[in-house]
Structures are given as C-alpha cells and as structure tokens.
C-alpha cells in the first residue's frame, strides 16, 4: 500500500507487521525470510541529523538487544532511575557500566592488546609498556601506582600502603623516582 501524509494506528493496543502479521508485545514488527530485516532513518537536508530516542517510564530502563533465534546474546541499556549506561553480555550478564559521573566499572578483567588472554585484572599485553602522565607541567607535580591490600572504603586513597612514583622537581620532566610504604 502507498500513503499519503500521515498514517496514524491510534486505536489501543494498536500494532503494525511489516512482512510479517503484528505479534502480540511488539507494536512495530519487521520481519523478512530472506535477506537482512533492515530498517533507516536517514536526514537529507542540511544541518540535520538521524535520531533514534527510547523515552522509558521512570521506573523501568531503555534497551538495544542482540539476539539470534529468539535468544539474547547481547544488551546495551539505560537505567532510567540511576542515569547508568550498561553493556550486557552472554544475554543479560552486565559487563561494563558507565555512570553519570562518567566512572566506568568493568565487571571482570581488563585487557588491553592482550591477544585475547588477559590474565590479570588489567593486563596490558604486546608492547608490555604503560604510561602514567600528570596533566600539568607543573614542579612538584607526580604521576604514580598507589597500592593497599584491602577494600570495602569508598575513598580508594583512603590507607594507601605503598607508592611507586615520579616527581617532577625541575624543567623538562627532570625529577626524581619515589618508592613509599607505609602512607
């Protein structure tokens, strides 16, 4: 069928099946036996941009998942209550939140160019080198590993243990190398 102008399903419990007949939960189903079930939002004009918005309740979250055969393999969700940015694997296992204060939390091991077999909670792999780098080229400035062997405070500094850093005490990077136990 062709419209034209607006095509309004304003009635209640109202549901539109594109190749396929509606399905009860879905209000928009897009079906397609052969091929890829692909759908667009495209912007022509100049200036203006493709949007996709999912507008939850308060009380319930927003979510993207991949499935394959009805199954979920895969989710990306906004938790409305808490402004929490979750990445789910293995169906609904979370694996990295990102929250509003921009902190993220992985839920196992980190691996950068690990090749697949991070060993350790963060473990940097190939070149095997790592950069601490304060933002300022300022005397007296350090980038450093603080460590303690315990958890359970919200302050992470909190009963710090040991250090291992550099502090910048001239020009030109020039500074010393610091090894501290006991805070």
């Not at 190749?19 to 939002?41: F, H, M, Q, V």
């Not at 500094?157 to 006991?182: D, H, P, S």
């Amino acid at each position: 069928a062709t419209f034209a102008g607006d095509v309004n399903l304003a009635t209640a419990n109202s549901k539109l099946g594109i190749g396929k007949t509606a399905s009860s939960g879905w209000e928009l189903d897009i079906e397609t036996s052969s091929g890829n079930a692909n759908a667009r939002l495209k912007a022509t004009a100049t200036n203006q941009g493709a949007r996709l918005e999912m507008d939850s309740h308060s009380g319930d979250a927003s979510n993207i998942t991949f499935s394959s055969s009805g199954t979920s393999k895969a989710q990306i969700e906004s938790n409305v209550g808490s402004s929490n940015l979750i990445f789910k694997t293995g169906g609904t296992t979370s694996a990295l939140t990102i929250d509003s204060s921009q902190i993220a939390t992985f839920a196992g091991r980190v691996g950068i160019d690990s090749g697949g077999y991070t060993q350790q909670q963060l473990h940097v792999g190939d070149l095997g080198t790592l950069l601490l780098s304060h933002g300022t080229d300022t005397v007296g400035e350090y980038a450093g590993i603080f460590m303690r062997a315990e958890g359970g405070e919200e302050n992470g500094m909190l009963r710090t243990k040991g250090l291992i850093a550099f502090e910048r005490t001239n020009a030109w990077g020039v500074g010393t190398m610091k090894f501290c136990m006991n805070g």
